[in-house]
């Protein structure tokens, strides 16, 4: 029974108060938003009793991955935290959103990649590393800021040999500053980057009192760092990967795929690689610290023929704890170079009884995908994906043409969008990383935000070094913060 406000419904109210509040308080936890604001009409004490156990209840049900928002989140009432996720998720439905760019044009063309944590996001390009922070909102239940902070080099000589090519956050006892990065030369280093002074110009060179190597790549680029609590997974462009952890003194393990290799994504039971090949998406359990040297599932394609065909995956990622599948390391999520998203769930019994090529399975056999989408009018391959959104439903797909990001609501994958980053740049978007009301991005020239969260003020974003029309962004949007974008629906209705 839902109690409603209104003079008709006080009888009825005042024999619900006769209720224990303990009985309440249980019935709280499987109410929506709209029942609680519903009986939290009813009376002063169903007011106090949802203020007090309502709202708290529905968020510990309900939770938002978010990295930008932690801040904030510690200032803002229970009530504040289930406005802000209802508007956002509201956004996610119409799409509305406010675009960014979160810095001027670059010189040249790069291939950045971010990293991120609870205090900042990194955006790694060339031998620069750019630092914006998160900060509290200026009123509960609006977006928080994201400043830029400093920038870092790591090499004093421009070389391409040492540009960064990958890069991770690590746990750090809250100082949120350790990374590890990766370089085109195949060098691999723990990097604490050291504290920003203010008023300081120009990028902090990063000294080598702050980096420690770890030389398990020889000469070969590292494609992709990927982490899970203390434990790392590195995977150099030859295929060799190697899983250690975050010590002084790591036992690494090595383990070689003996092909092109790009990606990789780590999970408490699993590490899963990426490459290009005829079995481009393998799943090798873990086990009391040790990494299997066999793989224990193959994750394939929808479609298979009598003709051998081989493909690549690019990016690879897991579900955030609110996804309709659960908090679970079960569900794979994988972007291919023919532009399709696959999810594979690794409980699944969908297998492929055969693969072109393939003479032998492990002992999960070969799993066909649960779900699979793509953007129909665009058919490139995919760089990077990312999960989160509204209800921690959506999958980020960054293309690799026009600076092109796809959405799909895994409750209803034939509604997904795209949408042209700031700037509409011809380039790859080269990494995404999707929280619960943003989107962060890369392309060639810029990095960039797509803040789906209620609240959203000039100030809260950085400002840019040059005018607007300079770095080829168009026209302010609607809300006057943001900037036009292209945006277009995946079906010809829209």
């Known amino acids: 029974m839902v109690v409603r406000s209104g003079s008709d419904s006080s009888d009825r109210a005042m024999r619900a108060e006769a209720l224990p509040s303990d009985i309440w308080i249980v019935v ?65 439905t119409l799409p509305s959103f406010v675009a960014r760019p979160l810095a ?65 956050c690590v746990p750090d006892g809250g100082y949120d500053r350790t990374v590890y990065v990766g370089y085109a030369d195949g060098s691999l280093e723990r990097v604490v980057l050291p504290a920003c002074k203010p008023g300081t110009e120009g990028p902090i060179h990063i000294e080598q009192g702050f980096r420690e190597k770890r030389p398990y790549h020889g000469n070969d680029a590292v494609e992709s760092i990927s982490s899970c609590g203390d434990q790392l997974l590195s995977l150099s462009s030859n295929g060799t990967a190697v899983f250690f952890t975050n010590s002084a003194n790591p036992s690494p393990q090595f383990l070689e795929l003996r092909v092109r290799s790009w990606a990789t994504h780590l999970a408490h039971r699993h590490a899963i690689l990426g490459a290009s090949s005829l079995t481009p998406l393998v799943v090798h359990g873990i086990h009391e610290s040790h990494l299997s040297a066999t793989p224990s599932h193959i994750l ?145 020239s810029r990095p960039f935000v797509l803040d789906f969260g209620p609240g959203a003020r000039e100030e809260a974003y950085p400002k840019l070094a040059r005018p607007p029309r300079e770095d080829g962004l168009k026209r302010r949007d609607s809300s006057g913060v943001g900037f036009y974008v292209t945006r277009y629906g995946h079906t010809r209705s829209h």
């Not at 609680?36 to 106090?48: G, W």
């Not at 394939?300 to 679970?328: E, F, K, L, N, Q």
């Not at 959405?407 to 700037?423: E, I, L, M, Q």
């Open 300 to 444: 394939t394609s929808s479609t298979h023929d009598d003709h051998p065909r081989a493909s690549a995956v690019y990016g690879i990622c897991g579900t955030p704890p609110s996804a309709p599948w659960g908090a679970s390391e079960q569900i794979v999520i994988s972007g291919w170079y023919d532009g399709v998203v696959n999810v594979h769930d690794l409980r699944s019994s969908r297998r492929a009884h055969r693969i072109p090529g393939v003479s032998s399975y492990p002992a999960g056999g070969a799993l066909y995908p649960v779900m699979s989408m793509c953007d129909p009018l665009l058919f490139e391959p995919v760089y990077d994906v990312s999960s989160g959104g509204g209800g921690g439903c959506h999958i980020a797909a960054g293309t690799a043409r026009h600076s092109v990001v796809s959405f799909w609501d895994v409750r209803a994958t034939n509604k997904g969008w795209s949408v042209h980053a700031p700037g509409n740049d011809s380039s790859p978007v080269y990494s995404v990383v999707l929280e619960s009301s943003r989107l962060f991005g890369a392309t060639q």
């Open 28 to 92: 709280l936890h499987y109410l929506s938003v709209e029942d609680l604001a519903h009986i939290a009409q009813a009376s002063r004490y169903f007011h106090a009793l949802v203020s007090e156990y309502g709202w708290k209840a529905y968020n510990k049900a309900n939770p938002r991955h978010s990295w930008s928002l932690s801040k904030a989140l510690q200032l803002w009432s229970p009530y504040d935290q289930v406005r802000y996720n209802t508007i956002t998720d509201r956004n996610w």
């Open 104 to 168: 001027s044009k670059w010189t040249g063309k790069l291939q950045p990649v971010l990293a991120i944590n609870n205090s900042r996001l990194f955006v790694a390009a060339a031998s620069h590393i750019y630092s914006y922070t998160f900060g509290r909102s200026a009123a509960p239940g609006t977006a928080p800021s994201i400043q830029y902070e400093c920038a870092y080099t790591t090499n004093k000589v421009l070389q391409a040999t040492r540009d960064i090519t990958s890069i991770e």
